[in-house]
């Protein structure tokens, strides 16, 4: 039993480039979320999905894009990366959005 | 909207002093988490408090719930190294669309 997967658990970006940041769980829970967590701000929540086909935006989701076609993944897309973006970037799932919440290992991100 | 405050941001113990981190909400919650986040790790759940007044123990740490659900406490008793690490509350008002609102937790280091 994996839990929450997130890969890749580092990556390097030059300002403006795109890319994905892929997050799988294999507990068949309906809600997931993506965290961004800075030095000094705790935890952010980008966006979330409380379920197949449906997502929402969070406290900071300018600047990501999320799509949820499975319940087992939740991909968060940097469009056109910006070193404001840097950051570690943490996915969680749950039942339902306001109980104990998994979380994958992180996704250190660098952008230049 | 909802807030969570989490203080102190900082906490340095010598090995054997209590510890305690106090997070004070907006509003009236209708549950509170802790999470713990190792150095580098991610976080990761240790209990959920739902009614007011409540008060749980795991071992030398000690969770409560305050009468108007506004507040909670964390403390840990003897601290060890192995406590090092960031504590977070994560509590939820029955609004903002059900997700949980994190506190910018509190890093506590421990002197051997």
């Known amino acids: 039993n994996a839990g929450v997967t997130q890969t890749p658990k580092f990556q390097v970006l030059k300002t403006g480039q795109s890319m994905t940041l892929q997050c799988a769980q294999d507990?068949?829970?309906?809600?997931m979320s993506w965290y961004r967590q800075d030095p000094g701000m705790g935890l952010r929540l980008i966006h979330y999905?409380?379920?197949?086909?449906?997502?929402d935006q969070g406290e900071v989701p300018n600047g990501y894009n999320v799509s949820r076609s499975t319940t087992e993944d939740f991909p968060l897309r940097l469009l056109s990366a910006a070193p404001s973006q840097t950051s570690v970037y943490f996915c969680?799932?749950?039942?339902?959005?306001?109980?104990?919440?998994?979380f994958g290992d992180g996704t250190r991100l660098s952008i230049l | 909207g909802q807030q969570v405050m989490q203080i102190p941001q900082y906490q340095h113990v010598q090995e054997g002093e209590d510890f305690t981190t106090y997070c004070n909400s907006s509003?009236?919650?209708?549950?509170i988490q802790w999470y713990k986040q190792r150095p580098g790790g991610h976080p990761v759940f240790l209990i959920q408090l739902v009614k007011s007044g409540e008060v749980k123990k795991q071992k030398r740490l000690t969770f409560q719930f305050g009468e108007a659900k506004k507040n909670s406490s964390l403390h840990i008793t003897a601290t060890q190294t192995t406590d090092v690490g960031t504590y977070f509350c994560a509590g939820w008002d029955g609004g903002s669309q059900g997700n949980l609102i994190f506190g910018k937790g509190t890093k506590l280091s421990v002197k051997p």
């Open positions: 999905s409380v379920g197949a086909g449906i997502t």
């Open positions: 969680a799932s749950s039942w339902v959005s306001n109980q104990p919440q998994h």
């Open positions: 507990m068949n829970h309906e809600y």
């Open positions: 509003t009236t919650l209708s549950n």
